[in-house]
């Protein structure tokens, strides 16, 4: 009874990895399908996704100077990490990843599965004369806009 | 900036028995010692470890804000006897840095000016 207990009992990592920057939301809720698909059939249990978005890199990574951050936190054991990695590496749009224990003998039961979290990233700050001035321009002519659509239809 | 829920609740109850035990917990050895020489000298005031002080602070390689305090504009650790911290958060802080740079979130090395 104790034994099959313990074999319940799973560890909490966190892997955190880093895509290339040109990728379109699609392309990485694919590659967050692929991974959530890797632990599944591991026999781990995905907690959570956070898409960090796109963030700039303190250092080029890849010869951009941009990267998405995706963050994984799941339940499994060292084998399934092991094999997240080896698929990770093997990834053309993943650049980087690091994986991190957060926690021994964890009870799955316990720990409920959390919805995906998207973050804006932070674009808009690295460009932050672009967004007002378009903004400004659409206040300052609305009139002559709308005059030149109905003269256009 | 970067979503940490661990650290969202910070502690503003702090008492005088928690900083007792905290002193008696750090296991340092002769801080009457210390007192008494810095007494002597006439300099500076006592450095608190912020992560022992404050409970729910934690040390995380995701928050990039906090790390910043323990890195120099160039992008060096900090060592322990100016940042304050006490040799058990000195090492988990110096693991996040280093985790945090292989992540691009801090840099090896910054260039200044």
């Known amino acids: ?153 | 900036m970067i979503g940490n829920d661990r650290n969202a609740p910070r502690g503003g109850d702090r008492d005088r028995d928690r900083d007792r035990g905290d002193r008696d917990g750090g296991g340092r050895g002769g801080a009457g010692g210390d007192d008494e020489k810095r007494g002597g000298r006439g300099f500076g005031r006592k450095k608190v470890c912020r992560f022992c002080a404050e409970k729910n602070a934690k040390v995380d390689f995701k928050d990039q804000s906090t790390l910043k305090y323990f890195v120099t504009e160039r992008g060096k650790i900090i060592p322990r006897r100016i940042s304050g911290n006490c040799a058990k958060h000195q090492r988990e802080i110096a693991t996040a840095i280093k985790r945090a740079r292989g992540l691009a979130m801090l840099p090896y090395n910054a260039m200044v000016g």
């Open chain 1, 1 to 153: 009874m104790a034994e099959t207990q313990a074999a319940k009992r799973l560890r909490e990592y966190e892997t955190i990895f880093l895509v290339k920057p040109d990728l379109t939301d699609d392309n990485v809720d694919k590659l967050k399908e692929r991974v959530r698909g890797i632990v599944g059939r591991e026999g781990g249990k995905v907690l959570r996704f956070t898409v960090w978005g796109k963030k700039k890199t303190l250092y080029p990574i890849a010869k951009q100077p941009r990267a998405i951050y995706v963050h994984a936190s799941y339940l499994g054991h060292t084998k399934l990490v092991a094999e997240v990695e080896r698929n990770l590496r093997n990834f053309d749009e993943v650049t980087r990843f690091l994986s991190v224990k957060l926690a021994d003998e964890v009870d799955p039961e316990t720990r409920p599965v959390l919805e995906d979290v998207k973050l804006a990233g932070d674009v808009e700050e690295t460009r932050p004369g672009a967004a007002p001035v378009e903004r400004v321009a659409a206040e300052d002519i609305p009139e002559s806009a709308d005059e030149e659509a109905t003269e256009e239809a």
